[in-house]
């Protein structure tokens, strides 16, 4: 049987985490020799619970930490914590939530915290943008690695398959963990500085403009980060398990793509690991 008191002091203390502590809770610590009062020694178990809590966080994001300087990313998620409404469960949504705190900034409150940031003078986005594009190229490379999901058929069965008469009606589809995105910053860039451990410079830019990428698991289940060039991203835009390979010859036609093109471009990401299955069922 649980007593009642402990129940309290749970209840209290969890209170305590995301609040001031009540002068009941106070009352019931008796702080030990070396100790000034009952407030220092709350807080130093405040404390640890809350590093127990954002650990994951530094696990997953590390181009945020990259990008802002291990100081200030501490400070980052200090506030973060601060501003939680409750304790989640597992690093998965205590990483949504991060990446939602980060999207609902307003401006003025990424002034103290990004000025850390390096930008090229003519990049044409802003710290904050630049640190949401980290966070979210690092929940997303943590999503695809979080799932088994190994191919049913192999790169060389799927090459056979749509050398195959009838592979016309197969439908190529990627993997359901996948993720195709815009952005102005070099994800691949900066995912291979974080990587290499090098010291935080200027926030690598796309040469072009915004490009699309595309994060993806390998067959190992580690992230991968693609750029993607024009057809590439037009293509992988209905790998969705809905668009058969004539149907995607037939949309590239329109962009001066031949047929023979379209299924190069296929093989090419079947190979690459990119396209994972080809359907042929007729559900």
């Excluded at 506030?79 to 989640?88: I, T, V």
């Excluded at 594009?133 to 979080?146: F, G, K, N, T």
């Excluded at 994800?187 to 993806?216: E, T």
Aim: hydrophobic share 40%; charged share 20%; aromatic share 8%.
């Amino acid at each position: 049987m649980r007593s009642p008191q402990i129940v309290r002091l749970q209840q209290q203390f969890l209170a305590s985490l995301h609040s001031q502590p009540r002068q009941w809770l106070l009352d019931q610590i008796i702080p030990a020799p070396g100790f000034k009062d009952s407030k220092e020694v709350l807080e130093i178990y405040l404390h640890r619970a809350m590093a127990r809590t954002v650990d994951p966080l530094n696990q997953v994001f590390h181009s945020v930490r990259w990008m802002m300087g291990p100081e200030h990313f501490e400070e980052l998620i200090e506030r973060f914590y601060a501003d939680s409404l409750g304790e989640p469960l597992n690093s998965e949504a205590l990483s949504m939530e991060f990446v939602s705190y980060l999207g609902s900034l307003e401006e003025a409150d990424w002034v103290q915290m990004s000025d850390r940031v390096a930008l090229q003078s003519n990049c044409g986005f802003s710290a904050a943008v630049a640190l949401v594009a980290a966070a979210l190229l690092d929940w997303r490379c943590h999503w695809v690695s979080l799932i088994a999901h190994r191919s049913t058929d192999s790169s060389e069965q799927l090459l056979k398959k749509l050398h195959h008469r009838s592979s016309i009606w197969q439908r190529p589809s990627l993997n359901r963990t996948s993720k195709q995105c815009l952005s102005s910053v070099d994800l691949v860039k900066l995912q291979a500085l974080v990587n290499s451990d090098a010291d935080s410079q200027a926030v690598p830019v796309c040469a072009d403009g915004p490009s699309s990428f595309l994060i993806y698991a390998d067959q190992d289940h580690k992230p991968k980060v693609r750029q993607l060039n024009v057809d590439e991203a037009r293509l992988i835009n209905h790998c969705d398990g809905t668009h058969t390979v004539a149907s995607l010859c037939h949309e590239a036609d329109f962009f001066g793509r031949s047929h023979a093109q379209t299924r190069e471009l296929i093989a090419s990401l079947i190979k690459d690991g990119v396209i994972r299955g080809l359907d042929d069922s007729m559900a």
